[in-house]
């Protein structure tokens, strides 16, 4: 399919093999009549499967006018700052700007959490010039080339996070959790430093309020893909996060250590995907996307920085 073949304003779903995996991490390609948005552009070691998957559309990183940020974590944002060479305007939350801008803060803290990995999982994380840099408020709308797009402040997975309205579908970064493989079954995020499960609940409702007044019918998380059953995938958010958090209630008074969390963690929420009938062949891309050791450090931060401190302040953004 060339670019003059692709209908203005609809989106394709670019799989950038993260790790080999298909169906890890999407980017979602929207065509108008002077280039293309991108809505997330994946980590820099996905770049080229991103080059490549542009040139089955007709066009090249240079031909994208604006890439819109969910956050600023990096395995949506990392390659950022290479299309912002190429010329593509950068929307972000206004929290994650300043980390795009200067990324030393962001890539310590990861490098504390993927140590020697980082290179081979993430690629290079390009600062964006200020210059290219467009910041955005919540209930804002955004229009590039007559297509609009509505940001809406969406934090419990990082404070940083926007979800974006636009037609009838709600890309919902991360705050909507992790569905691959088209199975009916969502696993939630949960990364140090910024989970927080009240504030993501908060999130979700403030989703589940635009869905039952009609702004979207149909919802596309970055991992993976768009789906039709929204009213079905926001309820199993829900559910996933009564799950979590009974759990939580229940491992964590113990106290248990970080790799002892860690080893619980995986099995439970292994046991729980089996339990709804994942697939096992689709653990792989599950993992890529989202795993599980990260989740059991951010639960560790989340219980002892603030659901079990409560006069502690919620922590910077790193």
């Known amino acids: 399919?060339?670019?003059?073949?692709?209908?203005?304003?609809?989106?394709?779903?670019?799989?950038?093999?993260?790790?080999?995996?298909?169906?890890?991490?999407?980017?979602?390609?929207?065509?108008?009549?002077?280039?293309?948005?991108?809505?997330e552009c994946g980590p820099g070691s996905t770049s080229k499967a991103l080059d490549s998957g542009l040139r089955a559309y007709g066009l090249q990183a240079s031909d994208i006018s604006d890439v819109l940020l969910t956050h600023i974590h990096l395995d949506h944002a990392g390659a950022a700052g290479?299309?912002?060479?190429?010329?593509?305007?950068?929307?972000?939350?206004?929290?994650?700007?300043?980390?795009?801008?200067?990324?030393?803060?962001?890539?310590?803290?990861?490098?504390?959490?993927?140590?020697?990995?980082?290179?081979?999982?993430w690629g290079d994380f390009l600062p964006v010039p200020e210059e290219y840099l467009s910041v955005h408020e919540d209930g804002?709308?955004?229009?590039?080339?007559?297509?609009?797009?509505?940001?809406i402040d969406t934090p419990g997975h990082a404070y940083h996070h926007f979800a974006y309205i636009y037609q009838d579908v709600c890309f919902s970064g991360d705050i909507g959790g992790v569905r691959v493989g088209g199975a009916r079954h969502v696993r939630l995020p949960m990364p140090p430093p910024e989970?927080?499960?009240?504030?993501?609940?908060?999130?979700?409702?403030?989703?589940?309020?635009?869905?039952a007044h009609g702004a979207f019918h149909r919802i596309a998380p970055t991992h993976f893909g768009i789906f039709d059953d929204s009213d079905w995938h926001l309820r199993a958010v829900e559910q996933a996060f009564d799950k979590i958090e009974s759990w939580i209630l229940k491992v964590m008074p113990a106290n248990p250590s970080t790799?002892?969390?860690?080893?619980l963690f995986i099995q439970w929420t292994g046991e729980r995907s089996l339990h709804y009938g994942l697939e096992p062949d689709l653990m792989g891309p599950f993992e890529a996307a989202n795993p599980s050791w990260m989740s059991a450090y951010g639960i560790h931060r989340y219980w002892h920085k603030v659901r079990n401190a409560p006069q502690a302040a919620e922590g910077n953004l790193l």
């Open 1 to 39: 399919m060339s670019f003059a073949q692709i209908i203005e304003g609809t989106i394709q779903t670019l799989d950038l093999n993260f790790r080999g995996f298909t169906g890890a991490i999407a980017s979602y390609l929207i065509p108008h009549s002077q280039g293309a948005i991108l809505v």
């Open 140 to 151: 804002e709308i955004i229009e590039i080339e007559g297509l609009r797009f509505r940001a």
């Open 195 to 211: 989970f927080n499960l009240e504030l993501w609940r908060e999130s979700l409702h403030k989703l589940k309020a635009e869905y």
């Open 259 to 263: 790799d002892e969390l860690k080893d």
């Open 82 to 121: 290479w299309l912002a060479r190429q010329g593509a305007r950068i929307h972000v939350h206004p929290v994650g700007a300043p980390h795009l801008f200067n990324p030393e803060k962001l890539l310590a803290s990861a490098a504390r959490i993927y140590g020697d990995s980082m290179q081979t999982l």
